[in-house]
């Protein structure tokens, strides 16, 4: 999508606010002996109560309103079963639609008790997205996002996983520009365009380069195996930088 009118801008506000206090009641909610299926009802009742569809459930029949995975699970997780644990490494990635507009937002975060190499990797990895929201502005390379990040995870010693793209967001959940790196890529010419509506959500790891396919048709894990945490925004694109979407009243 690219925003051309102001009320544009504000629908997108609007779910954007909306995901992101969602995902951050759910971040607080989370406590060792709760299934993930129970703190994906919070986030299902959170976004009912504003009027907000689920978007992998409405766009592709996902099997949860909210996306939660533990551990060993990037991304995708289904709700379920689950007991979520002390300890465990968890992401929430919230998407959802309002009035015609789409915004996608995600953390990853530990359960107490922390865990300083864990934690050291949560807090790089939400810095790794905010040195790529810092490379999206009008008139600038789309790659340099990728390669922002890229020289940012190099000197920290750790890895990207490079089959999960940043993408276009705005009117659906997915949409142009596609395939939007992470890491370097320098076949990729396209150029931010004023007003583009993009997420931006490295997947930072110790270890791990590809997101590999589970039995269940959903849920990737990290290959090789190593702890992984991703971090996200729906930004739009001006001349003078990226408007953050995704932020609480």
Known sequence: MTVTRQDELDGLKRIGRIVAETMQAMIRAAE???????????????LDAEGAVPAPEAT????????????????????????????????????ASKDGFFADTGASFRVPPGDTAQDRLCRDGRRAMEIGIGQVRAGRP???????IGRFAEGRGYTLVQNLASHGVGRS???????????????????????????VEPFLSRGATWAAESGDGWTLMAEPAAPCV????????????????????
């Open 32 to 46: 060792p002996g709760m299934t993930t299926v129970e703190l994906d009802g919070i986030g299902r009742a959170l």
């Open 60 to 95: 592709y029949a996902f099997p949860g309103a909210t996306c939660i995975s533990v551990n060993e699970e990037i991304a995708h997780g289904i709700p379920g079963p689950r007991v979520i644990a002390a300890g465990d490494l968890v992401n929430i990635d919230v998407s």
């Open 142 to 148: 789309l790659n340099g996002i990728g390669r922002a």
């Open 173 to 199: 959940l997915h949409e142009y520009p596609e395939g939007v790196a992470t890491w370097p890529n320098p076949s990729d010419r396209r150029v931010i365009r004023k007003g583009l509506v993009l997420t």
């Open 230 to 249: 991703q971090y996200e925004h729906t930004v739009v694109a001006t001349e003078r930088g990226a408007i953050v979407l995704t932020q609480a009243a």
